[in-house]
């Protein structure tokens, strides 16, 4: 028993936590998303971000060529005179039709035209914010064939769709921006564990695919509907702390604390299993002589809630109060006990 490291003890009562266990997914919400393109059609200038760059609100993330740019621009620069000259027009109008001088006719359609020439003008302007220039930076020696295209949000860069040189109409989706500040676990839990959540509750996950670091997760809502046919309710969770490394749309494993318990225990290493059934071993007789020689009985168990390192126990067979057990070695008894013919060793 000393060379194996057998050692026994006792059932002790233990507060131990439950857990729930459930998949899910990374999200992060379509508002943190951005799909970026041009109101305009052109080619493709520059590009001055790759995937994974971090990118700052309104940076410029690329660059677009068309000569048609400049046409918005030349007219824009052409209706102030046109409208300074439909201004004094209209005066001119005004005053004859004060001195009963001109036709009343006249004086509405010089009107008309002042208004007409506004409403072109302020439309250009809106066009030419659209592109990304200020209208009052235009100049007649200052005029732009190439536009710049912003990121609307701050985040990471997830992909870029085109290549320097390409044609892209408007619409086109030139890169993808993700900001993962906002990203929360989608957990996906079934009906009959729903009642055991709350709104504010801890959760701890990992990456399904690389377990080595552990992530904490605080749960903001509960679902209200099934998804498909798999009887599982979402349950939303906002992702607190360091994010690095995770990325929307990755498979997450997550463990719920639930209420914290008191029950007889054992540590889990105390338990072994055969056939489908849990057992532990416990000591039935000790003696010295002829040399000492301790015996032990296999008992059958059903497993409950494991934390710190104890799991707890209902025991499927009376066995007298403190009743040693054994608490570390309990496979090597085992393998003793199944090669001697399952009697008692």
Known sequence: MKAIGIETGTIENKQLTSSLKANGVLQVPNQNKASISSVYSGVVKSLLVQPGNSVTKDQIIATIANPEFIQSQEEYLSLAPKIVLAEQEYSRQKELNEGNAGALKNLQAADAQLKALK?????????????????????????????????????????????????????????????????????????????????????????????????????????????????????????????TGLIDGMNITAVISLDKNTAPAVPSDAIVTQQGQDYIFIVTGESEKPEKMVTFEKVPVAKGTTDVGYTAITLLKQIPVETKVVTKGAFFVLAKMTNTGEHEE
Do not use: C, W
Request: no cysteine; aromatic share 6%.
């Open 119 to 243: 409403t072109r003008k302020a439309a250009l302007a809106s066009q030419i914010q659209l592109m990304g220039i200020n209208p009052q930076s235009l100049t007649s020696d200052k005029l732009n064939s190439v536009l710049a295209i912003r990121s609307p949000i701050a985040g990471v860069v997830s992909d870029v769709v085109v290549k320097i040189g390409s044609f892209v109409s408007n619409g086109t989706s030139i890169a993808d921006i993700v900001d993962n500040s906002h990203l929360h676990v989608d957990l996906f839990v079934y009906e009959k564990d729903l009642s055991k959540l709350r709104e504010n509750q801890v959760i701890h996950f990992t990456l399904t695919n690389n377990p080595g670091k552990e992530y904490d997760a605080e749960i903001y809502s509960l679902g209200s509907s099934f998804e498909g046919e798999s009887k599982a309710v979402t349950v939303h969770a906002q992702v607190n702390g360091n994010k």
